[in-house]
């Protein structure tokens, strides 16, 4: 069974760090293009970040760009997501996600194969 486990979420103050990790099992997704979207309460899911299959390829959301980093270890199986001085604007469940048809990243949610089931990042003003 392939399954996404998110991790590294929690309750931070407005200018703090987390750093998110997703962990793949069941299947590796080395060669496979991966992201990051995040959905906060009443709003639809939208694109954070995303890798490609070698790392040497990244996009950002803008209101994310230059606060976030997004990095990978093929050897581990494992995606990840620094954040840095993140606001209140940043609060969500973030989701990561495996996109097995594309080696480049790509920002439209839909193309995206499988999903972790998120965790939550609060960050309080």
């Known amino acids: 069974q392939v399954q996404l486990v998110e991790s590294g979420g929690g309750l931070v103050q407005a200018g703090g760090s987390l750093r998110l990790s997703c962990a793949a099992s069941?299947?590796?997704?080395?060669?496979?293009?991966m992201g990051w979207f995040r959905q906060a309460r009443g709003k639809d899911r939208e694109f954070v970040a995303a890798?490609?299959?070698?790392?040497?390829?990244?996009h950002y959301a803008d209101s994310v760009k230059g606060r976030f980093t997004i990095s990978r270890d093929n050897a581990k199986n494992t995606v990840y997501l620094q954040m840095n001085s993140l606001n209140a604007e940043d609060t969500a469940v973030y989701y990561c996600?495996?996109?097995?048809?594309?080696?480049?990243?790509?920002?439209?949610?839909?193309?995206?194969?499988?999903w972790g089931q998120g965790t939550q990042v609060t960050v309080s003003s």
């Open positions: 996600a495996a996109d097995i048809d594309h080696d480049k990243p790509t920002i439209v949610a839909g193309s995206y194969d499988y």
């Open positions: 069941g299947r590796t997704f080395n060669t496979d293009a």
């Open positions: 890798i490609s299959w070698n790392g040497n390829s990244v």
